[in-house]
């Protein structure tokens, strides 16, 4: 299988365990949107824990979603030598969201 088809099936588990738990579309949109941000300006690799500072903050705070919350931090780090595919993944889950 290709490394995009990998990266679009874990897009579409985290989409599935966004739904499952509750996570907003939004919230998974806007966390899409910072990452891409900060990998279009080459910022990304420097800036993983700022991004998973957000989402323990998210977390902590009893928000809904917090499976999928968890997933992303577990991409965050199975991702972190690599953060244009952490961000292809989020990109994934965010457009197969409703799907």
Same mark, same amino acid.
């Given at each position: 299988?290709?490394?995009?088809?990998?990266?679009?099936?874990?897009?579409?588990?985290?989409?599935?365990?966004?739904?499952?738990?509750?996570?907003?579309? $939004?919230? !998974? +949109?806007?966390? %899409?949107?910072?990452?891409?941000?900060? #990998?279009? &300006?080459?910022?990304?690799?420097?800036?993983?824990?700022?991004?998973?500072?957000?989402?323990?903050?998210?977390?902590?705070?009893?928000?809904?979603?917090?499976?999928?919350?968890?997933?992303? $931090?577990? !991409? +965050?780090?199975? %991702?972190?030598?690599?953060?244009?595919? #952490?961000? &292809?993944?989020?990109?994934?889950?965010?457009?197969?969201?409703?799907?």
């Amino acid at each position: 299988m290709s490394e995009e088809k990998i990266l679009m099936r874990e897009g579409e588990d985290l989409a599935r365990i966004a739904v499952e738990s509750g996570m907003g579309s $939004r919230q !998974l +949109l806007n966390l %899409y949107r910072m990452a891409y941000k900060m #990998f279009k &300006r080459g910022e990304l690799a420097r800036q993983l824990a700022y991004i998973e500072a957000c989402i323990m903050r998210q977390m902590g705070r009893d928000v809904k979603g917090f499976m999928a919350f968890a997933r992303i $931090r577990e !991409l +965050l780090k199975k %991702y972190e030598n690599n953060s244009y595919s #952490f961000v &292809r993944v989020l990109m994934y889950a965010a457009m197969l969201y409703d799907y």
